[in-house]
């Protein structure tokens, strides 16, 4: 445990060094909630609410799932399909594999001292910037509680499913395309820019079947109190089976990636 406290802990200081880009990050995050909030205002003009399969929406209430899902995104953003493309790239994963640590867990912990630094410097700076202008619809105790175990849950598949795609670098060595590629189905699939409640219906029952809708709208949604207890264990219960399945693809898929192991330049 020690050293993956230390790689926690490298992690968060190594990101305090670019101010410069946690300044962008941040106006452009609150670019992204200008746009969003400006054109749910607009959708909202003539309804106080829209019914959906999960109850009336609120301008209120989309107004915070917008600044919500900006804040999930900055948690969970890892870069990882690019960041295993480069080591792969330049040879230093055969340095990563030779450490004491699996580079599964390394660089988990890595994204772990990332996501914390995010938290107190870029989520909480947007939180307020959104709760001031927007204004925000809070949660009761037990819906909070359980937000924050299905935001934990969905970081963990957010990166396994960013790390197996990033192993794709082992047979093709680049990575862009699959960055991509992951970035749209991501936009698309998990209520990200829009919630899988203005989805068709045929659309959202074959969404709500897969890993990404578990990241943004479901706990998104548990946070705005539109789920019953059932529903909300539902969600925490196929977080965890996902999580177990990713897991799982991506031990396999890591051992076939080992043996397509291409070394250029190490």
């Known amino acids: 445990m020690r050293l993956y406290r230390e790689v926690i802990v490298r992690s968060f200081q ?4 670019y101010r410069m880009e946690v300044f962008t990050k941040i106006i452009s995050c609150l670019f992204a909630i200008l746009i969003q909030t400006a054109i749910w205002r607009a959708l909202y003009e003539r309804e106080s609410e829209h019914m959906t399969p999960l109850g009336g929406i609120s301008m209120q209430e989309m107004l915070t799932y917008s600044i919500l899902s900006a804040c999930v995104y900055l948690l969970i953003g890892n870069s990882m399909i690019d960041r295993l493309g480069s080591k792969i790239q330049s040879g230093e994963i055969a340095m990563d594999l030779i450490k004491p640590i ?17 938290m107190v410097f870029e989520m909480i700076p947007i939180l307020v910037f959104g709760m001031v202008l927007y204004g925000f619809v809070l949660p009761s105790v037990a819906n909070f509680a359980m937000f924050i175990l299905c935001l934990f849950n ?6 396994l499913m960013s790390f197996i795609c990033g192993l794709f670098a082992f047979w093709y060595l680049i990575s862009w395309h699959t960055q991509s590629i992951f970035q749209i189905v991501m936009a698309l699939c998990s209520g990200s820019l829009l919630p899988l409640w203005f989805f068709p219906e045929s659309f959202s029952k074959v969404v709500s079947l897969l890993p990404f809708q578990l990241v943004f709208y479901g706990p998104i949604s548990v946070f705005l109190g539109k789920r019953t ?3 909300e264990l539902t969600i925490v219960g196929m977080q965890l089976l996902w999580i177990g399945i990713l897991s ?3 031990k396999m898929v890591w051992v076939k990636a080992l043996r397509k192991l291409v070394i250029q330049g190490g």
């Open 14 to 17: 190594s990101h305090a060094a």
């Open 102 to 118: 699996p580079l599964t867990r390394y660089m988990f912990a890595e994204s772990g001292g990332q996501t914390l630094f995010r």
């Open 154 to 159: 969905g970081i963990i598949i957010y990166y």
């Open 229 to 231: 207890l059932e529903e």
């Open 248 to 250: 799982l693809i991506l």
